[in-house]
């Protein structure tokens, strides 16, 4: 599913910032900081990638 998609849905109130966060693979809280963040361009560098330790 396309990220810019699920962000639009949380921001229009469709869906839940847990839901967001589950749907992206991601922490609720980075949910919070991303929405706290200026919009870019084309959302370049809105989610980036976690190492993966192990």
Do not use: H, W
């Amino acid at each position: 599913m396309d990220k810019r998609k699920v962000i639009t849905a949380y921001r229009r109130g469709f869906i839940t910032m847990q839901e967001c966060a589950q749907i992206l693979g991601i922490d609720s809280l980075q949910v919070m900081g991303m929405m706290n963040e200026p919009e870019q361009p084309n959302n370049v560098g809105l989610l980036k990638k976690q190492p993966v330790n192990g």
